[in-house]
């Protein structure tokens, strides 16, 4: 019987579809080779990668020498890089082109486990007639994914014989080897690094190692720690481990030549198999002297004289647009230029205004903030440019500085500019332009130094156009413009909850947090026109409502779920659900059948049916 959480069935029927849709024949097939002269040039590009599996390779073939089989490892497009074992074997598939140089992409030769892990990046067996080329049927093929570090796919491995040779065990061994290449090529990478070892009590697991640099960010991972930790590519570099997991310090420490070990507490929520014995593997950092930890230790003190202020380090996205955004931010912060920054309210505008400032070289002077369309307008120009004892009825007998003054050498940030009354414009304009500002009720101006950051959710540039906002004033302000996207376009708005769970964790002191299925679809579907503050606002209600650490789609507020389920057609993401997040789901559960029911959602007889159709024949 095939593993439930392993529902080949389904993916060799998606991998028919495919093949059935590029037209795949045997003629076209038989051709995707490359001649000698390329592939020579083709496999000096993988060179690196080749040297550091070649003992696995060679301890590969000579187990397989006599068994009538063969190890293969192919790129990820598909090109057979290396194939060796029983020679004998090797020259009668010579005959469908299982040699150095041949394509075995899905697209050319369809269904075939190398090349259908390329696309499903799952390990898959494909024995005899479940081959889609005639040719192959006389096959079985055990492959598995390599990854690298990062969770990029890196290559294939695979296992191949004749078809009645096939021993289910095959997979678990190819899988287990594949695994074992990405510990090597995560252990001895040429960085300086810490890699800790994560065992799970609960044998017939694999452990996790996961990789971080000298100031405790996370670095890389092989499969099982970015299963467990929810990694990414662009979450690594952007995070601390000790964001993902608790008790850490001892094991960050440096003490010469000791190896600390120890039982952690893994935050991944469900309350099963959260228990892990962690151990230093290998600690190549560069020792932390005196001055390296004194260094640190004033960062971390000007930090706090900042009034905590966030910094780019702070602030979390992997979306391709966010981080367009922040790149340009942070090139921005190295000048002097007046910055606008346009998004949606809840899209962070006020975080990337104090990132700039503190990347900047006024890091160190005062930052002042003011929102244009929340002070009354009768107040907004004495809060601006401040005023003299006596000015006004009410006035402080001693005078008072203005925002522009008290901003005087760092950062000024007017937050929804576009609501700032046209006799402000004129005056704030002034300010630009002689570089000093006049008190109300004086006669004296002041030179004043600062650096305007603006923001506006609101197309500025309308606003100039039907005469609400003084162009003169928008080119003065235009200087560097960036656009945050909102949380609606981002691709990584299940990665960003999940960080903000983990900081509503240490906020309720109530143990680890984990979303259901249903509701990381939840938060992948709905619109969020608040954004950022809006899912936050959202995820501490569900948080504070949830039980046993399970944050469902019930506890997240009356309004979202009543706009959710009107708008998200959930029919078709309930499918989603059943043909891919339920073995994950299984996974977490440990095979059970309710605590998966409950999490997704969906009745026991639902989940029975389901795993039924996944395991049932083709």
């Not at 380090?313 to 346009?342: C, H, N, P, Q, V």
Request: glycine share 8%; hydrophobic share 40%.
């Amino acid at each position: 019987m095939k593993s439930l959480l392993e529902p080949t069935s389904v993916l060799l029927k998606k991998s028919w579809e495919r093949s059935r849709m590029n037209g795949v024949n045997a003629l076209t097939a038989k051709d995707a080779i490359l001649e000698k002269s390329q592939f020579k040039q083709y496999r000096e590009q993988k060179e690196e990668f080749m040297r550091e599996i070649a003992p696995t390779m060679e301890h590969l073939a000579y187990w397989l020498k006599s068994s009538y089989s063969i190890v293969i490892i192919c790129d990820t497009s598909g090109y057979i890089l290396e194939s060796k074992g029983d020679p004998s074997f090797l020259k009668d598939t010579e005959k469908i082109q299982v040699h150095q140089g041949a394509c075995w992409s899905e697209q050319v030769r369809g269904t075939n486990s190398a090349g259908t892990v390329i696309v499903e990046k799952k390990p898959l067996a494909v024995v005899g007639t479940e081959h889609y080329l005639e040719a192959n049927h006389m096959l079985y093929c055990a492959a598995s994914p390599i990854f690298d570090p990062y969770g990029e796919l890196l290559a294939v491995l695979d296992f191949s014989g004749l078809s009645v040779k096939y021993h289910p065990s095959l997979l678990g061994m190819v899988d287990a080897m594949a695994r074992k290449i990405e510990d090597w090529l995560l252990i001895h990478r040429p960085d300086r690094q810490l890699v800790i070892s994560l065992s799970p009590q609960q044998p017939g697991k694999h452990r996790a190692l996961v990789a971080v640099n000298q100031d405790g960010v996370v670095t890389g991972g092989n499969r099982e720690a970015q299963m467990l930790l929810h990694l990414d590519k662009h979450l690594m570099g952007n995070i601390q481990l000790s964001d993902l997991l608790t008790d850490m310090d001892s094991l960050l420490q440096r003490p010469a030549g000791a190896l600390r070990s120890g039982t952690l507490l893994v935050g991944n929520g469900n309350g099963v198999d959260n228990r892990w014995q962690a151990s230093v593997l290998i600690d190549t950092r560069p020792p932390l002297t005196a001055l390296s930890a004194a260094s640190k230790e004033k960062q971390k003190q000007k930090r706090t004289d900042a009034s905590t202020l966030y910094s780019f380090e702070d602030i979390f996205g992997s979306d391709d647009s966010f981080l367009k955004a922040i790149r340009l931010a942070k090139r921005a912060a190295a000048t002097d230029y007046t910055i606008m920054l346009s998004g949606e309210s809840g899209t962070g505008k006020d975080l990337i205004s104090q990132a700039i400032h503190m990347a900047s070289p006024r890091a160190n002077k005062p930052f002042v903030a003011i929102n244009c369309g929340a002070v009354p307008k009768s107040l907004l120009e004495s809060e601006l440019f401040g005023y003299e004892a006596g000015a006004f009825t009410g006035a402080k007998q001693t005078g008072q500085a203005g925002k522009i003054e008290q901003a005087h050498g760092g950062t000024l940030f007017l937050d929804e500019i576009a609501e700032m009354p046209m006799e402000m414009q004129v005056a704030l304009l002034r300010v630009l332009q002689d570089l000093s500002v006049t008190r109300i009720g004086g006669t004296k101006p002041a030179h004043v130094d600062v650096r305007i950051i603006t923001a506006t959710h609101t197309d500025l540039w309308k606003k100039v156009q039907d005469g609400s906002f003084r162009a003169d004033l928008f080119y003065r302000l235009q200087g560097v413009h960036i656009i945050l996207p909102p949380l609606r376009e981002r691709a990584d708005r299940l990665q960003l909850a999940r960080l903000l769970l983990t900081g509503i964790e240490t906020e309720l002191n109530q143990g680890s947090l984990s979303l259901s299925a249903a509701a990381e679809l939840l938060i992948e579907n709905y619109t969020w026109p608040g954004n950022v503050r809006q899912l936050t606002a959202a995820l501490r209600e569900a948080a504070f409502l949830s039980e046993d650490g399970f944050v469902d789609t019930s506890c997240f507020p009356p309004y979202i779920l009543s706009t959710y389920t009107k708008t998200a057609a959930p029919t078709g993401e309930l499918e989603k659900i059943g043909n891919y997040a339920i073995v994950d789901v299984l996974h977490k559960t440990g095979g059970n059948i309710s605590e998966t029911a409950r999490l997704l959602g969906i009745g026991r007889s639902t989940v029975y049916r389901k795993m039924k159709k996944m395991t049932g024949p083709m």
